[in-house]
């Protein structure tokens, strides 16, 4: 059954990303690469998760690269006192497509607020290992070997213009709750109904954009073959395979062909709804990886139009 916190308002879930893409024949490349099912619809793409009915994104054509909106998605029970909620705290309605609230985000990034299932996981997702017992070979050929296939999005990361003001702000609208971060660097906030140590993280910038959309699969294994199924698809940008200190899980960001990444990330940690989480503050060396490659410096260089140059 889905968690919900005693006491608590706020989103449950992400319930999908909007994303405008200047060339949609690459975009479906790129997903379908990745291991998404890319299904078309007019002019845009509709991104799932293989044999997930969820929708998970949609890619629609454009100029530039730039991140649209993002839809969180609340309990039927809760809309009224949500709506009554943005009402109180001043929050700014714009218009948008379909139901639901619409607002004006930090950094102006239209959000929708909507009533929908609770598609973040209710449970820590399975992890599972690849060992061969004595007396077995342990290996696998790579002409044979699998396509990876995520289970489900984890999370989303957004470039902002201040992580502090930020946190708050996602705190006091949506009722998000902060895991782990590093001061003006980055923040990890988490939905108080269950969801995975992140469901949204927040990255310091010059001005707003997409970082990150995470993909769960279920095995370190799985996490190094989508970096080689990346890169022999000709996406051989990207950074890891490692493991990231603050949510745990492992890691491999394959960038896309307009600057931002997908990443495969497997055992990340799980905050309960029932869970008082010891947020805390770290220090940077303490807040990134744990082991794995170094940076490369493109990994925080936010492509999207808003910036000084722009």
């Given amino acids: 059954m889905p968690q ?33 099912d890319v299904h078309q619809d007019g002019e845009a793409l509709a991104l799932h998760t293989r044999g997930h009915p969820h929708r998970w994104g949609t890619i629609v054509p454009g100029p530039v690269k730039q991140l649209q ?40 990034l ?60 996602y705190e006091t609208t949506l009722g998000l709750r902060l895991s782990d971060g590093s001061g003006p660097v980055v923040a990890f906030l988490h939905g108080p109904h269950g969801s995975d140590h992140h469901l949204l993280a927040l990255v ?19 996490v190094g073959l989508g970096s080689a199924q990346m890169m022999r698809s000709g996406y051989k940008e990207g ?19 307009w600057g931002s990444y997908c990443e495969y990330s497997a055992d990340i940690d799980y905050i309960p709804a029932d869970c008082v989480w010891p947020s805390a503050q770290h220090a940077p060396e303490d807040s990134f990886y744990l082991w794995g490659p170094d940076v490369p410096p493109e990994l925080v260089a936010n492509l999207e139009p808003g910036g000084p140059s722009a």
């Fill in 4 to 36: 919900k916190r005693a006491g608590a308002l706020g989103v449950h879930s992400i319930d999908q990303f909007v994303l405008q893409v200047p060339d949609i024949a690459e975009a479906r490349h790129y997903y379908e690469a990745f291991g998404l």
């Fill in 69 to 108: 909106s993002l839809i969180f998605a609340i309990y039927a029970e809760d809309e009224a006192a949500m709506a009554a909620h943005l009402d109180s705290i001043g929050v700014a309605r714009i218009a948008g497509p379909g139901d639901g609230i619409w607002i004006a985000g930090f950094d102006g």
């Fill in 110 to 169: 239209p959000i929708n607020i909507r009533v929908a299932g609770k598609c973040s996981p209710d449970a820590k997702t399975r992890f599972e290992t690849h060992s061969a017992p004595s007396g077995s070979s342990g290996a696998i050929f790579n002409s044979a070997a699998p396509k990876v296939h995520p289970r489900h999005m984890s999370h989303v990361a957004l470039y902002t213009t201040d992580v502090i003001a930020a946190t708050s702000w």
């Fill in 204 to 222: 310091g910038s010059t001005h707003r954009g997409l970082h990150h959309i995470s993909w769960d699969v279920p095995s370190f294994q799985d």
């Fill in 239 to 257: 950074w890891g395979v490692g493991r990231h200190v603050l949510g745990g899980n492992y890691f491999y960001y394959a960038r896309d062909p």
